[in-house]
């Protein structure tokens, strides 16, 4: 697809937002927008949101009430296509279960996920919906985590939202783009985070590049 002079909206965590770019113009969704020449690429980004909202409000009401699909009316209708990266802080301090595929209520994270692409496919019919998982990533402590640093406070691990998010999308049909298993970017390798990742969460300047360069070449395949 010709992106050339077109607009996508970008919703997102933290990594959307840009935190771990030195600059707005570092991060992923900037790079991209030069990549394939959008005329716009709307940031709507916000650190420490989920795709599942908490029933136990940890970060105040202003990440409660900004929880994906409660974001979604706000963002522009006329653009030509949409791309959601989230699910790490689901995993990394969100309190709605895991669920299941047969989930419809927001209650859950499949729910939550399955409830997002349906308001997207209902506010973009006909345009390109494009679905990220989420990067590896280490835990922030001991507390948290397994010797891999791929478990947290639920019990889950990250696999298992990254899976989900791959079941949801394909049950509709929305491309993904699988940066789990492609972007290249493993922090549990020591050279990799101190190159791509040194905070062990958010890609530096070159991790936010190598993002966008993933991202450009899958939609211009589309």
Not at 37 to 45: D, I, R, S, T
């Amino acid at each position: 697809m010709n992106w050339n002079g077109k607009v996508i909206n970008f919703l997102g965590d933290s990594i959307t937002q840009g935190v771990g770019a030195s600059c707005p113009e570092a991060r992923y969704v900037s790079q991209t927008k030069e990549l394939l020449n959008l005329a716009a690429a709307n940031n709507y980004g916000i650190s420490a949101t989920r795709i599942a909202p908490r029933k136990h409000p940890n970060h105040g009401d202003y990440v409660e009430e900004n929880w994906f699909g409660n974001r979604v009316e706000s963002m522009d209708p006329d653009a030509d296509g949409v791309v959601v990266f989230g699910g790490t802080n689901d995993f990394g301090h969100g309190d709605a279960p895991l669920g299941s595929m047969s989930d419809t209520t927001d209650d859950t994270f499949y729910g939550a996920m399955k409830n997002l692409c349906l308001k997207l496919i209902n506010r973009y019919p006909g345009k390109p919906i494009v679905i990220l998982t989420p990067l590896h990533r280490c835990s922030e402590d001991n507390i948290f985590g397994d010797e891999k640093g791929h478990k947290m406070a639920l019990g889950v691990p990250l696999s298992a939202f990254v899976q989900a998010i791959r079941e949801v999308a394909a049950y509709y049909s929305l491309p993904v783009l699988d940066l789990w298993a492609v972007s290249g970017i493993q922090p549990n390798v020591p050279v990799i985070k101190e190159k791509l990742m040194p905070d062990g969460l958010h890609p530096n300047d070159a991790g936010h590049r190598l993002v966008a360069e993933r991202l450009a070449g899958f939609l211009n395949a589309l």
